[in-house]
């Protein structure tokens, strides 16, 4: 079945970068985009970006424009995302996700269903 | 930005009670919303596409409904794995956005 394995838990300093991975099982890597989305302490989901695995194109949230860099090893059927710059509001969880494609009174659209059990990253001296 | 405004923000219940959730969003995101679940510790579940579809291997006990910029999630007969956090979700216009969320509490 589909699972999304990521990387253990971090803890970072301010200023320094954190990079998580996901691995990718049970489909074909290459069929799905993936989206990177966080959830800070208390507050609500937070959608980071994402990349189109199959020809490596990402787009990103102008809130993270200068900070992330999500990419992807086809090799290894794993996507990565790169936060630098951290400061302590960027302590959260961090998800990445698989889309599926549903379809309905012939309009077909792509929802989050496949979740990582996501990373913690803890940002603090 | 599209922002959604979820209400109430905590719905007190007892087991086999109806809830009725609301998610707002700021301006027409047309039927392109989803409603998820989380429980403490997990990550977030789909459970409604398209403002009104179940996704897979959901239970009949949850439906959803709205268009527009106003939403709603209702669970028939709350069962005990019901009680958890509930969101909402725009993929209408970029960047794409979530609710904060409803608590749903055993009373």
């Known amino acids: 079945q589909v699972q999304l394995v990521q990387s253990g838990a971090e803890v970072k300093n301010p200023g320094a970068s954190v990079k998580v991975s996901c691995k990718a099982l049970?489909?074909?890597?290459?069929?799905?985009?993936l989206h990177w989305v966080r959830q800070a302490p208390g507050q609500r989901l937070e959608w980071m970006g994402w990349?189109?695995?199959?020809?490596?194109?990402?787009h990103y949230s102008q809130h993270f424009q200068d900070r992330v860099t999500i990419t992807r090893d086809t090799s290894a059927n794993t996507a990565y995302m790169e936060l630098s710059s951290l400061r302590s509001e960027d302590t959260a969880v961090y998800y990445c996700?698989?889309?599926?494609?549903?379809?309905?009174?012939?309009?077909?659209?792509?929802?989050?269903?496949?979740w990582g059990q996501g990373t913690l990253v803890t940002v603090s001296s | 930005e599209i922002v959604l405004t979820q209400s109430p923000a905590t719905l007190s219940l007892s087991p086999g009670e109806r809830a009725t959730l609301s998610c707002r969003a700021s301006?027409?995101?047309?039927?392109?919303l989803a409603w998820y679940q989380q429980k403490r510790g997990q990550a977030p579940r789909l459970l409604i596409y398209?403002?009104?579809n179940r996704a897979t291997g959901i239970s009949a006990r949850f439906s959803g409904s709205g268009s527009g910029t106003d939403f709603t999630l209702t669970i028939s007969s709350l069962e005990p794995e019901d009680f958890a956090v509930y969101y909402c979700?725009?993929?209408?216009?970029?960047?794409?956005?979530f609710g904060q969320g409803t608590k749903v509490e055993i009373k």
């Open positions: 996700v698989r889309e599926t494609r549903y379809c309905s009174g012939g309009t077909c659209r792509d929802y989050f269903e496949y």
């Open positions: 049970g489909y074909t890597f290459t069929d799905h985009s």
């Open positions: 990349i189109i695995v199959g020809d490596g194109n990402t």
């Open positions: 301006q027409s995101v047309s039927s392109y």
């Open positions: 398209d403002a009104s």
């Open positions: 979700h725009q993929r209408s216009n970029w960047p794409e956005t």
